[in-house]
């Protein structure tokens, strides 16, 4: 299994009419929902006063990350920054 802490930065045009805002929010919510609950998208977090998020996700390979982010409704409007994660010989968790 891969591992993954991926930012993501939304930014929806202005005037976006607001029943298609609805709609994309919804079948954005509804695709992160399903990998969360499959156990891929391990957490998320929100960044606090900005339209981003703070992912960790743990995947079988580069692919299914892909699959995932290209996958996600928003998708067009977000800019990501990926980066790949390794054990750090100092977590007593690991």
């Not at 029943?19 to 994309?24: F, Q, S, V, W």
């Not at 006063?49 to 743990?58: D, K, P, R, V």
């Amino acid at each position: 299994m891969a591992r993954f802490a991926v930012r993501m930065e939304v930014d929806l045009p202005a005037d976006m009419d607001a029943e298609a805002r609805a709609d994309l929010l919804a079948r954005e919510k509804a695709w992160s929902q399903q990998w969360q609950r499959s156990g891929e998208w391990v957490s998320i977090w929100r960044c606090v006063g900005e339209y981003a998020n703070l992912s960790i996700f743990e995947v079988r390979d580069n692919e299914q990350l892909h699959e995932i982010l290209w996958g996600l409704p928003l998708f067009p409007y977000m800019t990501m920054q990926v980066t790949p994660l390794a054990t750090h010989p100092s977590d007593i968790h690991a």
